[in-house]
């Protein structure tokens, strides 16, 4: 049976990942901050466990994946944390905080389990969270499209490093999705609608809409992709020319 | 994924050999009644120049409604920048560019009838990176990732998605290069993941913008190149004593899969 490990598992879109990856079958370590929260999510999942880590710090991740033990096939790198505010009044600490979860954190991790895919002769793969705000920053968004982007470069580091090792590493940056972190967003039905309207297929996307992407990356189906970093997002990243004001004699053009 | 399968139809187009054909077999195998189309003959291959309007509009009226598209059908005339033949330029378009927008058009109505499907767009690396001599190629699939992105915002709201795939050095059978080994190797060496790809590399990732499991990706370029398009530093000579990409050893010979 091949073994995954998710970060940032216990609640949203890595728990969400957890579950799908357990019902294909999979061997799921669930990891988060909180061992608690992570046992609880994992009590749900066939044969799965719960592990406390604290991912940008190297000897907590060992002793996870000691815990965890055995081969690895899979990790995914879901574990991310945000802090708002305008760059003019941000807090050095609240963008450093940010730059160790989500950056270090990453590169802690898959480092970590890297190395032992490497040692164990595992053609493994990993998969980075990112972010559309990776590639379109968000407004007071304090570090977090700046890690995402960081992740999304790092993550092609890591193909070109460790690909001879048959180890492919990938990223899925989610668009609008009605999951984890961004659900308070949600939450008020008027911003929910007009951001639905924004996003070409016409709704929020799921958390299960990301897991999809994740069970394909690590599938032989997927065994010729590496360093890419796929949005996972109905369109709405490219739509931004569409959201602006147009003249009254074009803006029924291409309208049905 | 889930959909029953019985009467789910796919049109591909350049299906008669190398990555077409290989895509058509994939899609079949998923359980998709397979239109093979090109201007080569082969089994089961229905003619089509997919420059010819009328005739791509006639096949699509014969069909009856189609999910899934793959626009695959392409040419490259190579020649220095300074020879380009302007007419070999407008051919290039002609079946790279403007093949896809009347095969979209036409193989598209049922699908925006019906409110539902899934086009995909076969691009290259050439549309991310520049090649020297090919003439009107890599411009040609620049324009075809800009349709595909055209396309997922304009239809994207009718049911349709629309998404590219981009291979990267995948030997076919036709790919002439490859037949040289020293070239094939100096090549395959230069992929992180150290092997050319093959077609199937590529159809595998069509079966996945085919299907369900990619319903919210839309208006994307996935490339499929064995980490080839992250890779200009380490094609770039390095100073002595500066550690190169070899930090990891090469291990056991890589197979087409990751799970071994």
Redesign the interface.
Known sequence: MKRALVTGAARGIGKAIATRLGAEGWTVALLDISRSDAEAAAAGIDGAVGLGADISDEASVEAALDAFGGPLDLVVNNAGIVRFGPLLDLAAEDFAVVTRVNLVGTFTMARAAARRMRDANVHGSIVNITSMNGVAPGPNGGAYGATKAGIALLTQQMAIEWGPCGIRVNAIAPGLILAGMSDPIYADPEIREARESKVPLGRLGTADDIASLVVFLASADASYITGQNILVDGGVTMSMIANLPRPKSVDTVGTT | MNDAVVSRCAVVTGAARGIGAAIADRLAADGFQVVRLDVVNGDGVLHCDVTDAASVRQIAESLGDVDVLVNNAAVWRFAALEDVDPDDFSEVLDINLRGPLLTTQAFGRSMLRRGQGSIINIVSIGALHANPAVGAYSASKAGLVALT?QT???W???GI?CNAVGP?LIATEGAGIYHDAEVRRARADA????RL??PS??S??V??FASD????????V??????L???L??TLPRPPGVPG????????A???????
């Open positions: 992105r997922a915002l304009e994207g709201p009718r998605r990267g992929v992180p993941l150290r790809g093959s590399d590529v595998e990732v079966s996945f499991a990619s319903a919210y990706v839309s208006g994307q996935l490339y499929v190149d064995g980490g398009s992250s890779s530093m380490t990409p070899q930090l990891a050893p090469a291990v056991s890589q197979g087409d899969d990751n799970d071994a």
